[in-house]
């Protein structure tokens, strides 16, 4: 299991590429060119001698533009297209079992890829992802079932640290083993974190409402994307929640 950090992902988007993308995907012409014009118009200068001088841009998003994430998404699909392509024609390794053939995940700047440790497929993989700037500092390899030559292996071709498992990614837990009681308990202490008993007494009952559900409730739904929580485990949410929603103290 590989897992890349996107380095400065909004800032490297190429114009010219991304308009190519819509272009292919069927967006009108209309459309492209209003997506032209919102990415003209972004200026910078900068100071030569005291005199300010004005920098022309090919690429990259606006910050906290709600379009941005979306027309990043479309650009990203490119990549998972290119993985599915070389799955399809074997030329990648079919993953042991057979019964999932999703290699490759993105959310925002994170990229998580599953492959076989032959060289084959490390170098391919790689010239596949050439296009990506990664955090070579983040980058990390999890082996699965892997021996330490092919770790090397890895290792050598992505230039990444290994981490063995446990491990997280986006906040999730990630384990190939069961999780033991001390790994439950950190996540009920996780729960309860949120909203310390300090903070909940200075809440309005109905502030203390929303926070539970849009904070508390919504954390223990994620985490039950990956885990299988015991019933004691939810009862224990459940309490620090009502808790919470009730009195505000925790």
């Not at 079992?97 to 170098?123: E, M, N």
Request: net charge positive; hydrophobic share 45%; proline share 5%.
């Amino acid at each position: 299991m590989l897992k890349l950090d996107i380095s400065k992902a909004f800032d490297l988007v190429s114009w010219s590429f991304l308009l190519e993308v819509l272009q292919h995907l069927g967006f009108g012409r209309k459309w492209c060119d209003l997506i032209c014009l919102l990415l003209s118009t972004s200026t910078t200068q900068i100071l030569v001698n005291r005199q300010p001088g004005p920098i022309t841009h090919a690429r990259g998003h606006r910050q906290a533009d709600p379009l941005s994430p979306m027309l990043f998404i479309l650009v990203m699909d490119v990549q998972n297209s290119l993985m599915v392509k070389a799955s399809s024609v074997n030329l990648l390794i079919p993953i042991a079992g057979g019964q999932s053939t999703h290699r490759i995940s993105f959310y925002a700047d994170d990229v998580i890829l599953f492959l076989r440790p032959t060289w084959d497929d490390l170098l391919l993989v790689r010239d596949l992802l050439e296009g990506l700037k990664t955090n070579m500092l983040k980058n990390s390899a999890t082996p699965i079932q892997c021996t330490d030559e092919d770790t090397a292996l890895v290792s050598e071709v992505f230039s990444c640290a290994v981490h063995n498992f446990p491990c997280t990614y986006l906040g999730l837990p990630l384990s190939i083993s069961k999780p033991c009681k001390a790994d439950f308990l950190s996540v009920i202490d996780k729960v309860a974190a949120k909203l310390p008993s300090w903070k909940a007494s200075l809440l309005s009952k109905a502030d203390r409402l929303v926070v539970v559900k849009s904070v508390l409730t919504a954390v223990t739904i994620y985490l039950l994307i990956a885990w299988d929580l015991p019933k004691w485990v939810i009862k224990a949410i459940d309490k620090k929640r009502f808790s919470v929603e009730g009195t505000g103290a925790g």
